[in-house]
C-alpha cells in the first residue's frame, strides 16, 4: 500500500526573530479554523458535512472542519466553504461577512494570506416554530 504523503502549508518566521527551524501548518488545521469562523457569522445556520462527519456528530463529537475545503496553490491559499443561511437574512451580506471572518481569523492565527474564499450557499434554514395550524 502507498504511504500517505503529509501535506502542510509553510508558514514564514515572523519580522525582526530569528529562525529556529521550520513551522509549518497541516490543512486540516486552516479547515478548523475556516469552520469556527463560519460558525460565528450571524445569518449561519450549519455547514455542509459528508456521510461520515454526520455520523461521527450523532455520536457527539463536535466537527468543526464540516463543509471547509482547502486548496494549497501556487498562487496561495484557496478556501471553499459549503454553508447554509437562515432564512430571511441577506445572502451577499452574509457570504461577505463569511469571507471577511474566515480571511481575517485566518492571518491572525497563522500569518498566511488566502487568495480565495469562496461561499457556496448549500440552503436556507427555515424556523420550525413559524409554522403552526389554524383551528
Same mark, same amino acid.
Given at each position: 500500500m502507498a504511504e500517505? *504523503?503529509?501535506q502542510s502549508l509553510p508558514q514564514s !518566521?515572523?519580522?525582526?526573530?530569528? @529562525?529556529l527551524g521550520d513551522i509549518e501548518v497541516a490543512p486540516e488545521v486552516i479547515e478548523v479554523i475556516a469552520g469556527i469562523a463560519?460558525?460565528?457569522? *450571524?445569518?449561519?445556520?450549519?455547514?455542509?458535512? !459528508?456521510?461520515?462527519?454526520?455520523? @461521527?456528530?450523532?455520536?457527539?463529537?463536535?466537527?468543526?472542519?464540516?463543509g471547509?475545503?482547502?486548496?494549497?496553490?501556487d498562487e496561495?491559499?484557496?478556501?471553499?466553504?459549503?454553508c447554509t443561511v437562515q432564512y430571511g437574512v441577506a445572502v451577499s451580506h452574509v457570504a461577505r461577512e463569511v469571507q471577511r471572518q474566515i480571511r481575517e481569523s485566518i492571518e491572525n492565527m497563522t500569518e498566511l494570506a488566502t487568495?480565495?474564499?469562496?461561499v457556496h450557499i448549500t440552503g436556507i434554514q427555515f424556523d420550525q416554530a413559524t409554522t403552526s395550524k389554524a383551528d
Open positions: 500517505k *504523503e503529509i !518566521t515572523p519580522n525582526g526573530k530569528t @529562525a463560519t460558525t460565528e457569522v *450571524e445569518g449561519i445556520s450549519g455547514t455542509r458535512g !459528508t456521510f461520515a462527519t454526520g455520523v @461521527a456528530e450523532k455520536f457527539g463529537k463536535k466537527v468543526h472542519g464540516k471547509i475545503k482547502t486548496e494549497w496553490t496561495g491559499l484557496i478556501i471553499d466553504v459549503y487568495k480565495e474564499v469562496n
